[in-house]
């Protein structure tokens, strides 16, 4: 292990220096790290101490006889030490939560309040991936006639309501969506998105022969499904915040930054945890885009019902305050499972 390699001394100095550099932005000096971590030791002994650790990894200089700056391996060691010493819980974060499901049931409006809260909580662009849509459980579906031509399709989910007015053809009568809607409900309540998005062959043909007479009604409900989707794989909320960040000094960086969140695929590749439940933090190269080099992507999987429904993380600075950005998304979807399971105020709503 890197961090097995460092003494006692050396992991104080350099976790203490990154803290420092993260909050005034200033080069770390033997005179800084004397002056508010290791008082009891010489500029000098600090300084072959820093001098060591750039050598080894963790720091690079700036320029010749300037002071140093963390490389990504140093932030890495920071990252790791500051999750192993706190479960990032302790902070107060009533706003968020007050701000999470207020006043809807509507899937959008819930993905709106999510985003909204982390970012007024991290000050930093955050993203919203519905990598897990197909995972969500459907609790009804109503198929409402409006005026010859128009029809309100109306999915209930599990944590939130899709809807969307679309055109029918002229054959679909009031009596036909009344009647599919009793029909899709008995069929596809308690079932995932995925179950009901499946191929029409995959059915039983019983089944089948029971929708076949609303075929023309239920491709209106996948077609729904479709638009929803592929609208909704991705909202990225707080962009104008790079404007205050320290990357936005760079100005080709922000372009690629502003160029990665307005691209559903390349926010797919940044935002994938794969398999792990927990918070996932890359920095700069471990991104495995240059425009994100000198960029941190704080992220995490948001879990319903045993379920992961979406991803939600932050990019912004590699000098970004960890502790309180994983604090916010572990909040977050510490939430949201615990409203899965019943929570104090129940589902989302």
Partial sequence: MENERLSDRKKTLLYHAIDNYIKVASPITSLLVKNSTLHDLSTATIRNELSALEQMGYLRQIHTSSGRVPTSKGYRFFVNETLRKSNCTSRNL??????????????????????????????????????????????????????????????????????????????????????????????????????????????????????????????????????????????????????????AQNPEQAKGIMKILGSDSSLEDVMDTGDDSNITINIGEENGRQELDQCAVIKAPIVYDGKKIATVGVIGPDRIDYASVAGVLKFVTDEVSRLSKGGKNGKPR
Avoid: H, W
């Fill in 94 to 247: 009533k706003k968020v939560k007050d701000d999470m499901f207020a006043r809807t049931n509507s899937l959008n409006e819930i993905v709106e309040s999510i985003s909204k809260a982390v970012v007024g909580a991290t000050n930093y662009p955050t993203v919203f991936m519905f990598d897990g849509f197909e995972n969500l459980v459907v609790e009804g579906i109503r198929i409402v006639y409006l005026i010859k031509g128009q029809v309100l399709v109306l999915i209930e989910t599990n944590i939130g309501a899709i809807s969307n007015t679309i055109s029918a053809s002229a054959q679909v009568t009031k009596q036909d969506c009344d009647n599919a809607s009793n029909v899709f409900s008995r069929i596809f309540v308690g079932r995932s998105i995925k179950f009901l998005t499946q191929n029409m062959e995959s059915f039983s043909a019983s089944i089948k022969e029971s929708m076949r007479e609303y075929e023309e009604v239920f491709k209106l409900v996948l077609q729904v499904l479709d638009v929803y989707y592929k609208g909704a794989k991705s909202s990225v909320k707080g962009i104008t915040k790079l404007i205050d960040s320290p990357v």
